[in-house]
């Protein structure tokens, strides 16, 4: 996984909101989201 992909799951783990991780990375909130929604997939792997 990226390292901004990774980032967005580690800061999902640790509590942060969608728009928060959005912001201090600096990529849109829907990134967010999708980023989520496709490493659930490999978690659980």
């Avoid at 799951?9 to 980023?35: C, H, P, Q, W």
Wanted: aromatic share 0%; glycine share 8%; charged share 25%.
């Amino acid at each position: 996984m990226p390292g901004v992909k990774r980032q967005v799951v580690e800061m999902a783990i640790n509590g942060s909101s969608i728009r928060d991780t959005g912001r201090v990375l600096g990529i849109n909130k829907n990134t967010v989201i999708n980023t989520l929604k496709k490493s659930k997939t490999c978690l659980h792997r």
